[in-house]
């Protein structure tokens, strides 16, 4: 059961970012575009937007759910602090007690930078989208499958370095020497990314990217599959015909 350590926490943070991203950026599009086409840059902006909301919104449950997945394994570094939580709600308790309430937002600042992976990823696939759609009336189950991939990859890719070091602060219990300090997210993003490269060299910022490719771009992919398809099932039921130019 150890490689599904922590799935529910993932699996609420999930729904809940995935909703504020899309229910934003669409509401947003919406207001904007009002029926025109669509442009790349237009999309850029959107996806930043409302990766900013997503990220103010929705860090305290990344926090947790960090936290929740890494509890119980074993580290070899001994600046590391050990946790004992009990479930979602212990962990948000026990972490405003012991940390206070700003706590909750550890990573805030490179999850801000990273509203560009979403964004990057929302850009590419709009537009692979709108070329497709220019030679035929629909996506197929595959275009969507196979255009979300590779727009997820190219995202993650790009951004990965950031990732890493958000996923260090969030977890929030790695103690700056000598001084014994937490790490702080502002403060020692540059510090962190640093060290990471001065102990691994270059490939160090990358060091797992294989795995998080084989997670993000699966999940992408099948995100944007299942997007497709309720959309196209809601706008039947409504009776509205699916614009072409969304």
């Known amino acids: 059961l150890a490689p599904y350590r922590g ?3 993932v699996i609420s943070s ?5 909703f504020v991203y899309f229910y934003t950026f669409n509401s947003l599009k919406a207001l ?27 860090t305290p449950l990344w926090v947790v759910n960090t936290r929740l997945k890494l509890q119980g394994a074993k580290f070899r570094n001994e600046d590391i602090v ?28 490179p999850s801000l930078l990273l509203v560009f992976n979403p964004a990057i990823q929302f850009m590419f696939y709009e537009g692979f ?20 991939a590779i727009a997820k990859a190219v995202a993650t890719t790009l951004t ?20 014994n300090r937490t790490l702080g997210s502002l403060r020692n ?20 990217l294989e795995a998080k490719l084989l997670q993000t771009v699966l999940t992408a992919a099948l995100m944007f599959l ?3 398809k309720l959309t196209a099932a809601t706008f039947t039921v409504m009776g509205l015909k699916h614009s072409r130019r969304h």
Not at 14 to 18: F, H, Q
């Open 14 to 18: 999930l729904c809940c970012s995935n």
């Open 32 to 58: 904007w575009v009002k029926g025109q086409h669509s442009t790349t840059g237009k999309d850029l902006v959107l996806g930043v937007v409302a990766g900013v909301v997503n990220v103010l919104l929705t």
């Open 129 to 148: 989208k709108r070329k497709l759609l220019k030679k035929q009336l629909q996506l197929t189950s595959l275009d969507a499958f196979v255009i979300g």
């Open 226 to 228: 299942v997007y497709e």
């Open 189 to 208: 993003l540059l510090y962190l990314l640093q060290q990471r490269v001065r102990r691994f060299g270059l490939m160090g910022l990358y060091k797992g």
């Open 7 to 9: 799935w529910f926490p």
């Open 160 to 179: 990965y370095p950031l990732q890493t070091v958000q996923s260090i602060l969030r977890f929030g219990r790695h103690r700056l020497n000598p001084e």
């Open 82 to 109: 050990p946790t004992n939580y009990k479930g979602i709600i212990d962990a948000f308790h026990q972490i405003i007690r012991d940390e206070g309430v700003l706590a909750l937002w550890n990573g805030t600042f």
